[in-house]
């Protein structure tokens, strides 16, 4: 049975009961480069950058595993019939590596011959503007304004920055050529004293910007085989919020100028962003991890080596770092969600019952008398309706296919009647690849004159009671109960309100929605370090109950939910001003431990053991001062819940579709319907109403590292997975 109540707020003990998918992405292991690897009995090859299958841009650092330090003068290696030998060496992290640059476009054989023994492994490189898994991009795009082509490629620049010595100073510009004699100095994780210069790198690739920034001291080389001392060989990423879709590049989100980015860049870290992990920009989780993806390797082999990643960002930051982790497992090694969301697509029921309710209260709702207290009951919590009209003024609109977007024009638009063939800016038709054209059955006039659908948003309304607990406790009378369902309706596949329900029976896009992660099951998502700073929020459409829908979708898949934390305050958004900071050294010192433990346990395993005991959830005060190791008291930050959680929904709100239960009478204990109320209750619900203790209608775990495209590059419409990493095969000559 699935748990209704909206206030599950403790951490069970409970041991992991799932573990890591293994062998998805070929990554530096936590702690790699402190010791080095044994001895090799056979000869090895392993791609450190990516996964072998995933390399982009031409290039890819590559480690040989030899039987010792001797072989180093004896072994050859080639890529295809080119050798490439003298790019290797032992490195500071005692492996031996090189990058190997110039590969082809498709398969690139990578072979290593030691006297009579070998070993090969197949690169496929992809081109550096994309697309590498998600799929055929979309169109129109336009570029920046310096692009040297279509792709929207532009050679990278950098820029400085330093830290004056000056108490509370800020980042301030830096020249090279004519440095200033008030640097200030900081000594790294590393244990190397520098001064705190910064450099920031911007750059293009798979169509859109990306910037790295690193503590970097000017005049000195930095390769990806020979840093710089000061690196620690960790790696944070920035997100920027919302969601929606742009049709032409955008700006990442910055690297530097906050307390962690800042704190991080002192520490040693390295910071990256890209633009399409800016979920306003593209709210899309595949094209999000394959920027992700393609960025990391960049800094891998320019800058060296990690040890491990963390991602940051509040509201569309924190959906884009916990369903990545989820449906794209080993992006990142610790998540600090802040004014979280657990995904775009569980939360579309709540911004779309937010908009039918309004549409009911603020039109035909207006002849039945409700109160204020009675539409805040049904909409959930005492905030509710000012929490609908924020939801419907910031968040709606990213559904409705008539909406302007960046980068496409009046012209190109879609228009019902007069442009049907246009461009429809919502972010579920440029997340076609993963959710399919709807199919021939839901077709209206419009795509059966063009022969093709468009893209169903993955929701549905059928069988639900909007304001169930409402009734039964007595707020709201069995007349208005009766009459908002009657005429609450639905929306059609232009977001236009109609009178029927949204009935997404044997839709793909509902299953595709669930496989490809865009509404995060958390079935992958055990193997994170999470700490989730939480404050109160009025109103503003940023509720608290989302941390908890992420506990509770943990403890149904895994039984725990322990890597997860979750840190409350009175402060609106982020508990206490310093919350994402301290989260972020926390989470640091976590993955040490986690790091340090070359036990057989699983990576989930090891999360949950590793864990510092001085780590638990917390509440604070507004000044940063911990009053407690356990969640706020009710007041502080209270767990209000949504239409769908008043309609009997679990806190988890990701039955997307319910499943259907007879409509009985006996149900309603000793609320009484008349004869009318009654019949037309019979007529709305005559298969059923929405049984939420059964598991949602198609609802399944997320298949983690799926691809959208073929070895062609043709769509794969939903995905397919790419299959366990590709690894070296040893030979006998």
């Known amino acids: 049975m699935r748990s209704r109540s909206i206030a599950v707020r403790s951490v ?18 936590m702690g790699a480069e402190a010791r080095a690897p044994k001895p090799a009995k056979k000869i090895s090859i392993e791609v450190l950058s990516s996964r072998a299958d995933l390399v982009s841009g031409g290039s890819a650092l590559v480690a040989i595993d030899l039987p010792n330090r001797k072989a180093a003068k004896q072994v050859h290696v080639t890529v295809g019939e080119q050798d490439v030998t003298d790019r290797f060496a032992f490195r500071a992290d005692g492996r031996f590596e090189g990058l190997v640059s110039g590969l082809a476009e498709g398969k690139n ?35 920046q304004e310096g692009a040297v082509d279509e792709q929207c490629n532009q050679p990278a620049t950098f820029t400085y920055q330093y830290l004056p010595t000056a108490t509370g100073a800020k980042l301030q510009p830096y020249d090279p050529a004519n440095p200033p004699s008030d640097v200030k100095t900081v000594k790294t994780q590393s244990g190397v004293t520098v001064p705190f210069i910064v450099r ?35 790696l944070l990423v920035t997100h920027g919020g919302g969601c929606g879709v742009e049709h032409k590049t955008g700006t990442a989100p910055g690297t530097t100028g906050s307390a962690t980015t800042d704190d991080a860049l002192a520490k040693g870290f390295v910071v990256m962003s890209t633009s399409l992990d800016n979920s306003v920009h593209n709210c899309n989780v595949a094209l999000q991890a394959e920027s992700i993806a393609m960025a990391k390797e960049h800094v891998i082999e320019n800058y060296g080596t990690l040890r491990w990643t963390i991602g940051t960002g509040c509201s569309g930051g924190s959906l884009a770092i916990q369903w990545m982790a989820n449906a794209y497992p080993g992006l990142y090694d610790g998540l600090l969600p802040t004014c979280s969301f657990p995904d775009a697509y569980s939360t579309a029921t709540q911004f779309l019952d937010y908009h039918l309710l309004l549409g009911y209260f603020d039109g035909v709702g207006m002849e039945t008398a409700w109160t204020p207290a009675q539409r805040n009951a049904v909409m959930g919590g005492s905030d509710g309706v000012q929490n609908a009209r924020v939801s419907e003024q910031a968040q709606f609109h990213a559904a409705v296919p008539t909406t302007a977007c960046k980068g496409v024009t009046d012209a190109e638009r879609y228009h019902p009647l007069t442009n049907p063939g246009g461009v429809r ?20 006039d419009a795509e059966k004159a063009l022969g093709h659908g468009y893209v169903r948003l993955p929701v549905d309304n059928v069988g639900v009671q909007y304001g169930l607990e409402a009734l039964l406790d007595g707020t709201i009378t069995p007349a208005q109960f009766v009459d908002v369902n009657v005429r609450v309706g639905g929306v059609d596949v232009d977001a236009n309100t109609v009178a029927e329900r949204i009935d997404n029976g044997g839709s793909a896009s509902l299953a ?38 992420i506990r509770e979708r943990l ?65 604070y005060d507004p000044f940063g001062v911990k009053l407690s190791n356990k969640l706020c008291p009710d007041g502080v930050v209270n767990v209000n819940p949504t239409p769908r959680m008043v309609a009997g929904d679990s806190i988890a709100t990701d039955t997307n579709k319910c499943q259907l239960q007879p409509l009985q009478r006996s149900a ?66």
């Not at 440029?430 to 839901?442: H, S, T, Y």
């Not at 989260?583 to 864990?611: E, G, Y």
């Open 12 to 29: 069970l003990a409970a041991p992991l009961v799932a573990a890591l998918v293994a062998g998805l992405v070929a990554a530096v292991p």
């Open 425 to 444: 800016c919502t972010i579920q038709d440029a997340a076609i690849n993963l959710l399919g054209p709807q199919e021939e059955k839901f077709w209206n």
């Open 668 to 733: 309603y204990g000793a609320v009484t319907f008349t004869d009318e109320e009654w019949a037309q209750l019979e007529d709305l619900f005559d298969s059923g109403v929405c049984d939420f203790d059964e598991r949602g209608v198609l609802q399944q775990g997320t298949v983690p590292w799926l691809t959208y495209q073929d070895a062609a590059g043709e769509v794969v419409y939903g995905g397919t997975p790419l299959g366990k990493a590709p690894v070296s095969k040893s030979f006998r000559r």
């Open 109 to 143: 054989v990578v072979t290593a011959v030691l006297g009579d023994r070998g070993a090969k492994i197949t690169l496929v490189n992809h081109s550096a503007s994309g697309p590498m898994f998600s799929g055929p991009q979309l169109q129109p795009w336009v570029c």
């Open 200 to 234: 920031t790198e911007t750059g293009y690739m798979n169509r859109d910007q990306y910037q790295v920034s690193a503590l970097f001291q000017p005049g000195k080389p930095w390769t990806g085989v020979k840093p710089q001392k000061q690196f620690s060989n960790k």
């Open 555 to 619: 403890d149904r898949e895994h039984g725990t939910h322990a890597n997860q934390l979750i840190w409350e305050g009175p402060v609106t958004f982020k508990a206490y001003a310093n919350c994402e900071l301290d989260s972020f050294r926390a989470v640091d010192t976590w993955l040490a431990k986690v790091a340090a433990d070359h036990s057989k346990r699983s990576l989930a395993r090891k999360v949950v053991v590793n864990k510092p005991a001085t780590l638990s959830d917390r509440c």
């Open 512 to 549: 595709n929605a669930y496989r490809t992660g865009l509404i995060n099951e958390t079935n992958n998502l055990d193997t994170v370090p999470i700490i989730d700073c939480r404050g109160p929020n009025p109103g503003l459409f940023h509720d608290a109950y989302r941390a908890f829908a």
